[in-house]
């Protein structure tokens, strides 16, 4: 529903298979990654995420539909994210993670902090 | 070695003829560079500081800003001052080759040029400052001190903090009559993020620790010690003052709030903090010892709970009254029975926020009932993560099927038997060494010999519980 609308606006491959897109242009914007956020690639999620949050205060989406394994320092951005946007009422939503995604962030309960929707929902949630 | 690096680099080059742009585009991509082109200076200039080329081609003669200019820009900016430079010329220009030169230029290619000389002229140049670029983080680490004597001596500070750590594991596990217990660390790097401690409280209770810090290396190392030592003073200190009122909720709670305060979000640690009392009814009226763990979880994986239901173990756990206090969270239903083995293994859900990014965070705390022959396994991510060459996870259906099938061994043995299989897992085919893990590992085995008394006498409790 909400992919109709959008023109990609920036975009890079990390490499191995990975790559990040921000779609700015639509209301939220979009960050879509691609591949396991591991390692390097965190660096360029944080920078990304960083960008996003300073241009939009009222928080956006990080679609992690393609994120079949994420590590601890990439939950340490999210968690930084979710801080800073909280400074401004803003929100971070996370789009359709995987299962075993879904579950790290059960355990370290950052579903409590932040939203989590499903492709089928709305995502009006975010102002 | 130096050929590869090379060959990934990335060329800026800035020349005012789109002819030569083009052919040097080519010649250098050919090569397996990844180039980026600049019509003028000023574009250069800019083109430099948002890509932060590895080496730049300039052309001299420009219009507008010139390549001298550029060179000098370039040496005003911290951060492009050490990209070398190779100048371009035209054969009759000595002397602006030497003022190139004197500007900062490391090199210079006459036009028109021989690509074969350039390319060899360019990898002579990258196969001296890539690797100086490479390690340029370390050297502003090491401030003054870079020679090759301050970098055996950060590599010594290394190996000594790596000591230290080690030092900090416990060395032995705590004496509690009837318990049975081991705790290992395996490190991916010299210093670790991931450790486990012991606390003893009293003769008859200790604390228990694993904790994963985020990151690796020196800066995970930090962390940890800091969690570390905050837990030894922060849960003996709540016993003191609350006694039997202690709770390890409250403990994770008040160094969240210290964490919290002094770090940003994305330094967290998960950790479980518990309390094993061989004798929780040692203050009251009841006749039957009860040997209870009480915990509290800053979103750390869920340790394992194997529950001796084995009937020829004599008398078989009565689930209604020990699981009064748990409280199973609906969509974990499937999983509270992680294998069907002889035992029941069920997760230990209770769990809370990471430990230190959120200052509003809160625990809660469960208390279980342990009885005679039950084991609890406590691990990190490190184990669930792991995986073999066909990219499959570990994961915890597998841990938990290899602690339930080793039960009948010591906790030791047990610890001992999830290691070999976890390397066994990892392992791949055609290697024959000990495979690498990825991410640190922590383990602790606890289990209540149901041979020994857990406190008083073995007859006495069976006796009541078959009555």
Redesign the interface.
Known sequence: MIRQTITFSASAELGSGSSLTSVTDSQPPILHFRGKIIGMHVEKLKEEMNRLTDQHASGFILDLSQVP?L???A???I??T??QLRQTDGKLVLLNPQP?VRNVL?????D??LEIVSDSESTRHVP | MTTEIAHQATILVIDDEVDILDLLEMILEVEGYHVITAGDGSQGLQLAETHQPDLILLDLMMPGMDGYAVVEMLKAKPDLATIPVIMLTALAQANERIQGLTAGAVDYITKPFESQELVLRIESVLSRTLPIKYINPLIGAMGEQFSVDGVEQLASHLQTASAIQQGLLPQTPPHIPGVDIAGYLRSSMSVSGDFYDFIQLDDRRFGLVIA?V??KGIPGALLMVMIRTALRLVSREEERRFGDKASTANVLKRINDLIATDT?????A?VVYGVLDADANRLSTETSPTCTFTYANA????PFHLMNTSPTRGWIKDIDSTDAEQVPTP?LESKVDLIEGIHQIRQLNV????LG??GFATFEEQVIELQPGDALLFYT?GIL?AENQNGV?YGERRLAQVFESNYHLSAEGIRQQIEADLLNFCRFEDKCDPPQLQDDLALIVVKMNADQSPPTSIDHTALSRQR
């Open positions: 394994l590590d601890s320092s939950l340490g951005v968690m930084l979710v801080q075993n059960r355990v370290t309960r950052l409590t902090v | 994963d985020r990151g940003d979000p994305d330094l967290f998960t979103g750390h994986c869920y969509q769990g809370g926020l990471v990014s959120f991510d993560e996870l």
